[in-house]
């Protein structure tokens, strides 16, 4: 009885792991006089210090504590110290916790994990110094054996003494300042860039998780899971076996040898192999291939589902006592690249088929590392809806958490994962705002050999996850040559190699226009002939637009007072801009706003400016799109998201509200789809799934500004699976019907049961290129109706009344009854809605359920909405 009772106690031991995120105190180092080794005993008095945020940077724990105004609100931003200004010291911040855990028993082991300090540290634990040198690297992971300095009576204290970059970098308005920040291994957009200011601390502090892990003897660490499915797949009907390659090290730090066995499960079968361990060792231990029979595969989005097994390794020691053991999900399937000598640029293939790459340019969650599950799942999420399937994660900033690829491998999104290092820091162009020149800039960081060891342990932390991709040597220049050789010929085909390494974002090997090399852009308001007609690169890794958030998004960070909207000189072309609208990045409109009439105040001017999201990013991925596998195998926006209060590259804003940017790519991404090319006429069907289509009625239809509809044909239509398929061209009857005031140009397909399969509702502009016809519609008769499904979700029907105008533009927003302001993050099915005479269409609204708590209700805002805005009850 007694041996169960340890056995079960051993057990528990060894599966128990806690986070160490609350209850931290911390103080200026020049406020201390006392030692690491005081410090961090409970005999000092940490009574007067400043509660601290951990995981967080100093600059959240000042914003916390009331020290600091925000920094993403109006010009906030310029009243808080600098650190290029104040020196080092002033954020240099010791950081104390006390936690109980009382010591080990037998040859059990405790472990002090820290997943991110930015930059360097010095640790101690109940007054032992626990670094022998200064622990140096915002992206290295730091783990201590603690169980020798454990408290007898459980009452433990740390001590953590963190230091800022060593160096802060001047930000002098360049792009990372003056770009004396990449001379870390660390963040660069912290110095400020084209899109954000600077981050005042330069992003100093416990940044990341800190856990307390227990194991028996035996620790498991840096297990590698590969997966590998031969031949070309289907994602429905049986398949054949997959095989499964297991590795992972393991450490015995006891002075006696350990005998037992590393096994793992997976889809219900357990393999075993048996070990032993030296004293003070550690070994690497492979099992032989595994072959899974009739995988479930994982497929990116829009082109299967993301199935994910759960995976258990685990050592069991001699006596059959667990003393470690991981779990994870993984994604069975495949990722391999092959150069396409049409298009002149590589392809993405996953289980043996090509992906047409529509992706978005990511920077990072939180400016101020305010990281969370809650807030990657939503951010990831919403690239899902945007029917996106690839995120490039920007080399100025990191290696994305965890949880970050656990959100991309949930939701179907591919991962294109830039290590550090951006041309415009690393000397790729003569910069008059950079102090050094650009031969002393091309060898960026100071420690090359931090930078390999960061990557070493970066890639470990991340390579099990099936959405990861590509590794890509940094933004727009390699690293420096011995880096790029290490990582290229050693790291890589060491420790991952079964993914696609490009040695820098927009490299020549990865596409090559017809013009020679490669490169970005377009960037800002374009023609949309420009998407559909200028071939630009064919594999382009950043093109993109505006972004300006609507009224209420606005008002989350531009104070009242400031509420002026950009004025455009059509003679002198240039913008006349609010400080605060500058301060925040605006970039310009240009024209495309007095299109639809001059601005009459901010609301107006947003509104405005969500019809021109529309267009430009439905017009953007239709464009690209309609020369798939003809001039390109992909493209990724510039950027989908930004991780302050800017005001331009952003699909939804930094408070998670969606514009208009996010349902023109839903609409213009969608895997299979009906368009209209603007500048010849042509109707065409993009068809990015694996499914032929049959029999399918195609509607194409225009509508006045009187909402009179105008049949131009309906035939029966099909495509075949994985291509863009042109029907006929409509252009000179449209240009006629749209010459006095503009018209409405809708596109259906229906299938064999008359139900819509895909639409697309267009406004076509006049013969003088503006919509005189929008500015005097006449106000529509929609009616709305909402009720529950379940807690966390909305159905919205929305009906048009016959004879009625179009009910044109539509914005639905879920929000608090109580308080008028919405429930963020949302999950429209669609948004910016068109709801033609006679139609009836029902949108899903998803959200997180501690709103269902609360009272809600619906709120309306449409363009020529009769009650602007209404408000709308929502049924039990």
């Known amino acids: 009885m007694l041996a169960l009772v340890l056995t079960i106690v051993n057990n528990i031991y060894a599966q128990s792991s806690y986070e160490l995120n609350s209850g931290w105190k911390c103080a200026p180092v020049n406020s201390v006089k006392e030692t690491g080794a005081v410090l961090s005993t409970s005999a000092f008095n940490t009574t007067g210090w400043m509660p601290a945020t951990v995981p967080g940077t100093v600059l959240t724990t000042l914003l916390n504590n009331q020290k600091v105004p925000d920094p993403f609100w109006g010009m906030n931003n310029e009243h808080i110290a600098d650190i290029y200004k104040t020196g080092a010291d002033y954020y240099t911040y ?296 690839l995120i490039r994660v920007w080399g100025g900033a990191m290696i994305e958490r965890p949880e970050f690829f656990e959100a991309c491998d949930k939701y179907g999104i591919l991962v294109f994962q830039d290590l550090w290092g951006s041309g415009d820091c690393n000397g790729r162009w003569q910069d008059p705002q950079k102090l050094d020149d650009q031969w002393t800039r091309r060898q960026y960081p100071d420690d090359h050999g931090l930078f390999l060891r960061s990557a070493i342990d970066q890639i470990k932390m991340v390579r099990n996850y099936a959405s990861l991709a ?46 020679g090399g490669n490169g970005d852009g377009p960037y800002g308001i374009q023609p949309l002939s420009v998407f559909w007609e200028f071939k630009t690169f064919p594999f382009n890794s950043e093109v993109g637009s505006v972004g300006v958030g609507d009224y209420e998004s606005l008002k989350r960070f531009i104070p009242t007072a400031n509420m002026v909207p950009p004025v455009y000189d059509e003679e002198t072309h240039k913008t006349k801009t609010d400080s605060v609208w500058d301060y925040h990045k605006y970039i310009g409109y240009d024209t495309a706003i007095n299109k639809y009439g001059k601005a009459k105040n901010a609301a107006d001017f947003a509104m405005k400016a969500q019809l021109v999201n529309y267009d430009q990013y439905r017009g953007l991925a239709e464009g690209f799109t309609s020369h798939m596998w003809d001039w390109y195998t992909g493209f990724i926006i510039w950027k989908t998201q930004n991780p302050w209060t800017a005001m331009r590259g952003q699909m939804y804003d930094y408070y998670l509200d969606p514009n208009a940017c996010l349902y023109g790519l839903h609409n213009g991404s969608a895997p299979f789809h009906i368009m209209y090319n603007p500048i010849n006429g042509m109707v065409m069907v993009a068809n990015n799934t694996f499914k032929a289509r049959r029999s399918m009625m195609m509607v194409v239809k225009t509508y006045d500004m009187e909402g009179k509809q105008n049949l131009l044909t309906q035939v029966f239509a099909d495509i075949n699976a994985t291509t863009v398929k042109k029907y006929f061209s409509i252009k000179g009857t449209v240009d006629k019907l749209a010459a006095k005031e503009g018209v409405f140009l809708s596109l259906q397909l229906l299938d064999e049961n008359k139900k819509v399969i895909t639409d697309n509702t267009y406004w076509i502009p006049d013969s003088k290129g503006g919509f005189s016809g929008l500015q005097k519609m006449k106000a529509e008769e929609l009616s709305v109706k909402a009720k529950y499904i379940k807690p966390g979700r909305v159905e919205v029907t929305l009906v048009n009344k016959e004879n009625s105008v179009l009910a044109f533009f539509n914005r639905i927003s879920l929000v608090d009854a109580d308080s008028k302001t919405r429930v963020l993050p949302a999950f429209y099915s669609d948004n910016y809605v068109t709801v033609l005479p006679g139609e009836e269409k029902k949108l899903i609204i998803d959200y997180n359920t501690p709103a269902s708590k609360k009272k809600l209700e619906l709120n309306i805002n449409g363009w020529n909405a009769s009650n602007v805005p209404r408000t709308v009850s929502i049924d039990e």
């Open 94 to 389: 010791w950081f104390t916790k006390d936690f109980k855990e009382t010591p080990a028993t037998g040859s059990n082991q405790v472990y002090l994990n820290f997943r991110g300090i930015n930059y360097s540290c010095d640790i101690y634990l109940n007054g032992h110094k626990l670094n022998k040198t200064i622990q140096k690297g915002m992206f290295l992971r730091f783990n201590y054996n603690i169980t020798p300095y454990l408290a007898k009576n459980g009452d433990n204290r740390l001590a953590v003494l963190v230091h800022p970059p060593d160096v802060v970098g001047n930000p002098n308005g360049g792009q990372g300042g003056d770009g004396t920040i990449a001379r870390n291994v660390g963040l660069q957009y912290t110095a400020g860039w084209d899109w954000i200011q600077p981050m005042r601390d330069r992003n100093t502090g416990i940044w990341d998780k800190v856990t307390i892990q227990k194991t028996g003897a035996v620790r498991i660490a840096d297990e590698h899971i590969v997966t590998l499915v031969p031949g070309v797949r289907l994602p429905e009907g049986a398949q054949q076996p997959a095989v499964i390659k297991v590795a992972a090290e393991l450490s015995n730090p006891t002075a006696a040898a350990v005998n037992g066995s590393l096994s793992f499960e997976l889809d219900g079968k357990t393999i075993s192999k048996a070990v032993s361990l030296k004293p003070n060792s550690t070994t690497n231990v492979s099992f032989a291939d595994y072959s899974l029979p009739n995988p479930k595969l994982w497929w990116p989005n829009g082109y299967g589902d993301q199935h994910l097994y759960n995976f258990k390794l685990k050592f069991t020691a001699a006596g059959k006592a667990i003393s470690d053991q991981h779990q994870l999900n993984i994604g069975v399937r495949q990722l391999t690249s092959e150069y396409n000598e049409h298009t002149g640029s590589r392809q993405i293939m996953v289980n043996g088929q090509k992906i047409f790459i529509k992706g978005g340019n990511w920077v990072i969650s939180d400016a101020m590392l305010r990281l969370s599950d809650m807030r990657y799942d939503a951010e990831v999420r919403y690239h899902r809806d945007m029917n996106l399937n």
């Open 470 to 515: 590509i590794w890509c040597g940094g933004n727009e220049i390699t690293p420096p040559e011995d880096i790029l050789t290490a990582l290229r010929d050693t790291i890589l085909p060491k420790l991952d190699n079964t993914r696609w390494f490009v040695d820098y974002s927009n490299s020549d090997s990865m596409s090559h226009n017809v013009l």
